[in-house]
């Protein structure tokens, strides 16, 4: 079945430092999703990239999905306190959506 | 503009009891998809349901049921619960209709504990 692969597990940080999580898929994806889940919270969604090779930015961070649409990035300009969570990718496939085991961001104020 | 909303936020049953899991999507939202999430985990897609029909499934036994009402809200239903099955359920629903493939909204979840 369809695997999305997320590295790092775990990442630790100094605040102001930079942040990059990436994600992998075996199969070709339609679309990718980003989302964040604070510590005790759901994931909420950050964004969706559709286009091969397509970049979006939100404010600090960067999305990037592949241009075979098999893997994707986030990353995370001078990391601040309230970026800590785990980061989910989500590979959209047939209606279904397969979640990567994300990576946990902790930063060190 | 109430969100997905779910109940009861916790639970505990003991081994072999059945459990249900209530959801109310968002406003405007025709599906709902549920999700297990185990600690330390990604969430697992167990189905999804769209015009009070099964869409799709994913790699969860029959224990796992479910059902949409004409609102569109869900119940997720689990028989015979094992311990394994100790986990935050979530439902995330969205808008089939969008045109493109659906943003999901998560609603707060549901944390079981099997013992």
């Known amino acids: 079945g369809q695997q999305v692969m997320q590295i790092p597990q775990y990442q630790h940080v100094q605040e102001g430092e930079d942040f990059t999580t990436y994600c992998n898929s075996s199969?070709?994806?339609?679309?990718i999703q980003w989302y964040k889940q604070r510590p005790g919270g759901h994931p909420v969604f950050l964004i969706q990239?559709?286009?091969?090779?397509e970049v979006k930015k939100q404010k600090r961070l960067t999305f990037q999905f592949g241009e075979a649409k098999k893997n994707s990035s986030l990353h995370i300009t001078a990391t601040q306190t309230t970026d800590v969570g785990t980061y989910f990718c989500?590979?959209?496939?047939?209606?279904?959506?397969?979640f990567g085991k994300g990576t946990k961001l902790t930063v060190n104020p | 503009d109430a969100g997905v909303t779910q109940s009861p936020t916790h639970l505990i049953k003991t081994r072999g009891q059945q459990v249900t899991l209530r959801c109310s999507p968002k406003?405007?939202?025709?599906?709902v998809s549920w999700y297990q999430q185990a600690l330390g985990q990604g969430p697992q897609f167990i189905f999804q349901?769209?015009?009070?029909?099964?869409?799709q499934r994913g790699n969860f036994p029959d224990r796992f049921s479910g059902h949409q009402f004409p609102n569109y809200s869900s119940e997720l239903n689990v028989n015979a619960l094992l311990l394994g099955d100790s986990a935050l359920y979530l439902c995330?629903?969205?808008?089939?209709?969008?045109?493109?493939?659906?943003?999901?909204?998560f609603g707060p979840g549901t944390r079981l504990l099997v013992l």
């Open positions: 349901y769209y015009e009070e029909e099964e869409r």
């Open positions: 199969t070709t994806l339609s679309n």
């Open positions: 989500a590979g959209h496939r047939s209606e279904k959506l397969v």
């Open positions: 995330a629903s969205s808008l089939v209709t969008s045109g493109s493939s659906e943003t999901q909204y």
């Open positions: 406003s405007g939202h025709d599906t």
């Open positions: 990239l559709v286009k091969s090779g």
